[in-house]
């Protein structure tokens, strides 16, 4: 029985591949993340310093990309869910395909236009390796955080405007409005031990988490100061598996939303 | 071979059925006519199970729907609005749908694509769905509905879009299959399609059945010659 279902996740997943890959907006993605990875590599002087700028590329772009193509793609599908749910396929089922259909091509498209000039201009050492690993790593999490987050949302959401707004909201107070709270924050509680409360609010947003996780990998943490030695310590103790712990859980925890929103839903 | 009974759904503070009970008989075509807004895409999506239902019931062949999903394996549906993935073609979306169902069809034999020469979209098979046009589009909805052979067939509005010949082609086809011994349900705003199809009719008005009973006691309940007149005068008498 569970392997006829696994049967239905892969045959979904199977078609809207086809149909996402062959979009121009997915093209689109791909060569935009190749030709700045490229001009980077070519004109950032040194494998290293492209890393370090592709960094601020796969915190901003990829969260974006991923929460508007999660969004548009599944009001753009109701009426192919429906007429996939009019199938004797259980919901389940049907919403874990329609997810790796879409997140999939997503993070293939983007490691696709990362690795690419990376395996024509070369990649000089170990340390190097280590971060183009992570710097991978990281974009293909955070699309899957973003893509599941656009896909609770829109599930929520009747109105497809609405639905989109409230979508790019989540990205803006993600990657832009949450670092100036927490340093306002910082600010206001200047005088007191903030080392747990910020650790927590490093852990309570995925783009944050991402950032340190890469930024922990190119010794600059030392430039950061007073943050960079609390995170510092943090991951000298342990904090590595925490922080990949914690964004592993920031992929579940929607996921899971937008499984319980898609079994409720009418269509 | 369907009873409804007492189905209620609203949405949010919208109610859209308000208690609807009725029974559908197996072998016979079944249509569901009233105002936009009625509630008959509604009711079909809750046989479906595409939406649920916050009250009351719907049993198929003496078993109550309750989530389960084995039953659509039996079930065609084709739906008001064909919109596809763009990149696909349709022969890759049907045979997305024969794989899904391949594990499901004990012995239904072969699939019923028939359609696809009287229609003749052979030629359009191969063309990503965003090149069709909106009747060919439909023209592939209605394919599917049939492909499974199944027992029950659930038609929304099934020749909104297709020109004369197309639609004709369906009718002929929904004739055959009834006499076949399938079960068919359809919505339809054209009384001479209604007609011409059905046997039964269902009107449904501000979420309840106002009438339910074969063509010809509409036609002699009312004292009209004529369906659409007949409707017609059900509509002025509730407004009266």
Same mark, same amino acid.
């Given at each position: 029985?569970?392997?006829m279902?696994?049967g239905?996740?892969?045959r979904?997943?199977r ?7 062959k979009?121009? $907006?997915l093209?689109g ?6 030709? /700045? ?54 919901r389940? +089922? ?16 983007f ?7 990376? !395996? ?39 109105d ?5 707004g409230?979508?790019?909201?989540v $990205? ?5 409005l ?9 600010m206001?509680?200047g005088?007191?031990p ?11 947003n995925?783009?944050?988490l ?23 310590k ?9 922080a ?5 859980? $920031? ?15 009418d269509? | ?8 759904k609203?949405y ?20 569901? =006519?009233?105002?936009n807004?009625?509630?008959?895409? /509604?009711?079909?999506? /809750? ?5 649920r239902a ?16 084995d039953y659509?394996?039996?079930?065609g ?5 064909a ?7 349709? !022969?890759?979306?049907?045979?997305l ?6 594990s499901?069809d ?5 699939p019923?694509? +028939? ?9 359009q ?11 060919t589009?439909?023209? =592939?909805?209605?394919v599917?509905?049939?492909l ?36 068919v349900?359809l ?6 399609e209604?007609? +011409? ?28 010659a ?6 017609a ?8």
């Amino acid at each position: 029985m569970s392997a006829m279902r696994g049967g239905v996740i892969a045959r979904v997943v199977r078609y809207e591949l086809r149909d996402v890959i062959k979009s121009r $907006w997915l093209l689109g993605y791909a060569l935009f993340v190749l030709l /700045t990875t490229d001009a980077l590599l070519r004109f950032g002087g040194g494998g290293t310093r492209a890393l370090l700028s592709l960094t601020n590329v796969v915190l901003l772009l990829v969260p974006l990309v991923s929460t508007v193509f999660g969004t548009m793609y599944l009001y753009n599908a109701r009426e192919f869910t429906e007429l996939l749910l009019a199938q004797p396929v259980r919901r389940d +089922e049907l919403y874990a395909g329609l997810y790796l259909g879409l997140a999939l091509p997503l993070a293939l498209g983007f490691l696709g236009g990362l690795l690419v000039p990376f !395996a024509y201009h070369g990649v000089d050492d170990a340390s190097q390796w280590r971060l183009l690993a992570t710097l991978a790593l990281t974009g293909v999490a955070l699309t899957c955080v973003f893509v599941a987050l656009a896909f609770a949302i829109a599930l929520r959401t009747e109105d497809r405007a609405r639905g989109l707004g409230v979508a790019i909201a989540v $990205w803006l107070l993600f990657s832009l409005l949450y670092d100036g709270l927490v340093l306002l924050g910082v600010m206001l509680l200047g005088d007191y031990p903030l080392e747990r409360p910020l650790i927590a609010a490093m852990l309570a947003n995925p783009i944050d988490l991402a950032r340190v996780l890469l930024i922990m990998q190119f010794d600059v943490s030392a430039l950061m100061g007073y943050t960079g030695a609390v995170f510092e310590k943090f991951f000298g103790n342990g904090g590595m598996a925490v922080a990949i712990t914690a964004l592993a859980a $920031w992929v579940a925890a929607p996921v899971l939303l937008g499984a319980r929103a898609f079994r409720k839903r009418d269509f | 071979m369907i009873e409804i009974a007492g189905l209620v759904k609203r949405y949010g503070r919208l109610p859209v059925l308000q208690g609807v009970n009725l029974r559908i008989a197996r072998g016979r075509v079944t249509a569901i =006519v009233g105002p936009n807004g009625a509630g008959k895409t /509604t009711l079909i999506k /809750t046989i479906l199970g595409l939406s649920r239902a916050d009250g009351g019931r719907v049993v198929l062949d003496g078993v109550q729907l309750n989530g389960g999903v084995d039953y659509r394996a039996r079930v065609g549906y084709m739906p008001q609005i064909a919109r596809f993935p763009e990149n696909l073609t349709a !022969a890759e979306l049907l045979r997305l749908l024969k794989e899904l169902r391949a594990s499901t069809d004990h012995g239904r034999g072969t699939p019923d694509e +028939e359609l696809i020469d009287r229609f003749a979209l052979g030629p359009q098979l191969d063309k990503p769905l965003r090149t069709l046009s909106g009747g060919t589009r439909q023209k =592939v909805n209605a394919v599917m509905a049939f492909l499974f052979r199944p027992e029950l067939l659930i038609l929304d509005e099934p020749t909104a879009g297709l020109d004369p010949v197309a639609s004709s082609v369906l009718k002929d086809k929904i004739h055959a299959e009834r006499r076949a011994g399938l079960t068919v349900v359809l919505t339809s705003h054209l009384m001479g399609e209604v007609d +011409e199809l059905a046997d039964d009719i269902a009107f449904l008005l501000e979420g309840r059945v106002r009438f339910a009973g074969a063509l010809d006691e509409l036609k002699a309940a009312t004292r009209q010659a004529t369906l659409e007149r007949a409707i017609a005068r059900l509509m002025t008498q509730e407004a009266a």
